[in-house]
């Protein structure tokens, strides 16, 4: 599909919401700003079922853990996997912006494994009027990774990662802007034991994912740079058997962007211009120089993670509100059928994505289907009716049937 400039700006309306939303709603209205948005986005359908929640759940055979907790790797019962995962993103909006994700993994021995992902988010077919003429421009985002996982103990692992990140947004051929690039690393934790409750033994997971630590990206060249969206994931699961083909999970994941809170508009007009109104929207070109000023822009990430557990404007109560979470459950069948739901919350001042989530999945020797869609709670979420789809391989039933 092709866009016109109208469609061109509802597109960037969408991917820079924040932007676009604190003028309307400048009292209360402060999200949390990052560049490479889609590196925030679930690509699986499995948590995308479970609430976009999968830091902890059960890994076996869970091929996709490389974006949630890539330490969970270890404790697959695979030899090896490989999945693809393809969401139609803003179906509301437009019908060219697709997300793609390619991951798998391979386990070198009992303890560890070697993982890797590519993701690539398309925005379509955009026409530029450059010069008098008409260009279709594809801007794009894309990022890969790779990840090294061990188990410490029977039941400890732990893994490090590496990313590359590119982003090509230009919607014009302007000699000052460039096509954005970074670099990242992600270190992971994952526990996973039984546990007496009542007759049965179930099983406990626990993890933590701090991802995206790295360089801040740029689309002009170095002279401004943006922080990626570097975060935070705790995660909770515990699997309960009912009996010898049932079983029941429930999860949940907290997560908290470790991306400092710019400075805005209200603070900077009741600092330079008390008295005047905060609605007049003419000051912005002195905002931007009053920004800079603050040496907001030249932050190193580092000193942003610290900073961003205690810089929000209206104190630890905003910092509760910068938590977004997600809760799912999940019905097992002889680990061949499955049922899933969730409920994924964030607060309506910090980007009011509130969604109820619903999935099956089914899964075979050889390969796993699974599919996910999204229901809004929000009023005009462009998220709604978001479905995912993903396609898995199992390299060990592959194997299997060439031995036959």
């Known amino acids: 599909m092709r866009l016109n400039n109208i469609s061109k700006l509802i597109i960037a309306f969408v991917l820079l919401m924040p932007v676009q939303a604190i003028h309307a709603q400048k009292e209360v209205f402060n999200p ?25 759940t059960d890994p076996y055979m869970d091929n996709n853990s490389q974006y949630w907790n890539p330490s969970k790797y270890p404790f697959t019962n695979s030899q090896a996997g490989i999945s693809l995962c393809y969401t139609p993103w803003l179906r509301k909006l437009v019908s060219d912006i697709d997300l793609a994700n390619l991951t798998g993994f391979y386990k070198l021995d009992d303890y560890s494994a070697l ?18 003429s008409q260009v279709i421009i594809r801007p794009y985002e894309m990022a890969v990774d790779f990840d ?8 400890f692992s732990a893994a490090v990662g590496m990313r590359f990140i590119y982003s090509d947004l230009q919607y014009n051929y302007s000699d000052d802007v460039f096509p954005g690039k970074a670099f990242s690393a992600d270190i992971s934790m994952f526990y996973s034991n039984y546990i007496g409750l009542g007759r049965r033994d179930c099983l406990l997971g626990l993890g933590l994912n701090a991802s995206n630590i790295g360089s801040k990206i740029s689309y002009d060249g170095g002279q401004t740079n943006e922080f990626i969206p570097t975060n935070l994931r705790l995660g909770a699961s515990l699997t309960i058997p009912v009996d010898e083909y049932n079983s029941f999970s429930i999860c949940a994941d907290a997560n908290k962007l470790m991306v400092p809170t710019r400075p805005t508009y209200n603070q900077f007009m009741s600092e330079v211009y008390p008295g005047e109104d905060p609605s007049d929207l003419s000051y912005t070109s002195d905002y931007a120089q009053w920004l800079a000023a603050t040496g907001y822009n030249e932050m ?26 997600g809760v799912g459950a999940e019905y097992n069948y002889n680990d061949q059928f499955f049922l899933r ?12 994505r509130k969604y109820f989530t619903v999935g099956a999945g089914f899964r075979m ?3 796993s289907l699974d599919a996910a869609y999204l229901i809004s709670t929000a009023q005009s979420n462009p998220l709604d009716q978001t479905l995912r789809f993903t396609l898995s391989f199992d390299m060990d039933g592959i194997k299997q049937i060439l031995g036959r």
């Open 300 to 325: 190193s990430p580092i000193a942003g993670i610290f900073k961003s557990f205690h810089d929000a404007p209206g104190g630890f109560e905003e910092e509760l509100r910068e938590i977004y979470w």
């Open 32 to 56: 949390v700003y990052t560049g490479v948005t889609s590196l925030s986005i679930a690509p699986d359908s499995r948590a995308g079922a479970l609430g976009d929640v999968g830091c902890a």
């Open 365 to 367: 020797n050889v390969f």
């Open 341 to 352: 739901g969730g409920y994924h919350y964030e607060n309506e001042y910090k980007g009011n």
């Open 148 to 155: 090294y996982s061990r188990k410490l103990s029977e039941h």
């Open 115 to 132: 993982s890797a992902s590519l993701t690539y988010f398309s925005l379509g077919e955009v026409i530029a009027i450059t010069e008098g």
